[in-house]
């Protein structure tokens, strides 16, 4: 029993982190009207920028944490402008398959200047705390602390500044936004530095709380997809709820079937809740 | 550069997944359905040829069944079990529409990656199985014959396709697709000939994936990743979606551009490492400007006379 609480504990950090790496995908997904492939490979980009900085060259980590973040969102929006603003027209396919393609040269990118094996961050151990027997370690708590006010701020900044209801509305409909005066090129390049900005900070909790290796972003998108189906494609609020759920389901799996078949759950469980809600958990209109 | 062996690799391989890439595109453009798990289907008849054809298991091997049959039995599994994978995963999902579908097909491959790799007893593990049976005539040079047996087969493949859709069955998949409540209301069963074609195109997929396993007489779990779907969906957008001549000229040109990455002396850069991520990124920056500036797409509207 006490094992199976532990497995929880995990997952529902894990949960933060899924809902850290897939709420700015479903921001893109949800004003620029795409499934951004290379969403996971910001996450690299914000992971090994972390790591250069701090293991490299010995800058402070919260430094290293945050300019990684700036780097990270502003390489979200040059991409976003330099090559999915002028094929926009072509429709969310072509979209689609072109962020394939940017994953490639980012990916690429990132395996020859970092190369292969693990790399971890030069910071302290992490430090154990015990709540009733259960085990929980100061870097996870940090985790969720920023998913829960990463998630508080983005509502606050989508609910009540100017900015953020502009944003709203693109999502919602951005030939009606523009009809009524909302500067849509204005809007799109916040929403691409603060869903790349997002993805970075992803990326440097992941370099905070495991090791890494160049081929981590292929496995961050098999799990943002997840959670991001599971949220209904482009539902904000959702994505909380869906990430905490696929990261229990798949941290409690490992309870009952070898730890090999982690990803696989997370899969299972989109399907099972597909099969039941062909529109995701908070997806009500047609897709 | 040596002409013959990159003109062989593209007859071969670009002739193989372009029967990926004609099923798609008779999935997608006509049937209006998105597949993103299309390398299940592939890797469901390399599996089966080679499950079929495998010796039985001895020594360390971990794999249950071997039935040592011989190659002609495999290609004929390859299709039954890829069909029957389709069949298996479209019945629960075909009612999804869009990008639901894209990721429920694309969330089935994952399931079937993982449960190859995980789930020694059926394909070992992530060693696979190895030392595939090849039908190997002599006197005839393999690497010839397996172009051949692509380009044959690719053909093939093509002039099916052109026969389903000049039929009242394929107008009547275009109708689906225009219009799907019209379809409906002139008494068209729109589930069951989505879920039709979906089997339907899976076979040719099959018979690919057996070819595959002769060719490289290998199946493993990191063979048929979902690059594999990626490269064949790229493959029809650079082609153009509107014919099944646009399928296999993006297909060809796209493994042409990617054996030409690889065929390009890499030396002068630190070692090969470096010269697979240069290969990367440079695959990826000609995906990104080919979709951008879509020429092929382009002539083949012009032809047709489609804005």
Redesign the interface.
Known sequence: MMLFLQFLVSGFVTGCFLILATIGFSLTRRVEGFLNIAHAELIGVGAFTCWGLNALLGVHVVVAAVVAIVVTAFLGLFVGRLVYDPIRRFGPAVLLITSVGVAYVIGGTLDGVIGTGIRTLDIPLATTYRIHGLRITDYQLVMVALAALSAIALAVFLNTTKVGLAVRAMADNPGLAASRGIDVATTSRITWLLASGLAGLAGVMLAVTATLSTDIAFHQILQILAVAILAGLGSLYAVIWSGLIVGICMDVSVYWIPAGYRPLIAFAVVILVLLVRPQGLAGARAS | MNLEPLVISVLTYGSMYAILTMSLQVQYARGGM?NFGIVAYFAAGAYAYAIVTQEPPSGLDQYLFGFDAPWWAGVLAAPVAAAAFAALTGW??L??????LA??T???A??LH??L??ERRIGNGSVGLANITQPDPPGIDTAHLYAAAAVVMMLATLLFYRRLLASPYGRAMDAIRDDELAAQTVGKDIARIRFEIFVLTAIPIGLAGALFAMITTLVAPNLFT?EVT?LV??AL?LGGERTIWGAVLGTLALVTFEELVRAYPFETVRGA??A?????????????LI??W?PFDRAARQKSGTP
């Open positions: 998105i629960p999902t009612r999804l529409r869009g990008e639901y990721l429920t694309f969330a089935f994952e399931v993982s449960f790799l995980n979902a990626f969906w790229i957008i490492q470096v697979a991520s240069v290969e990367e990124v440079v695959t990826g920056l000609i995906f990104i979709l951008r879509q």
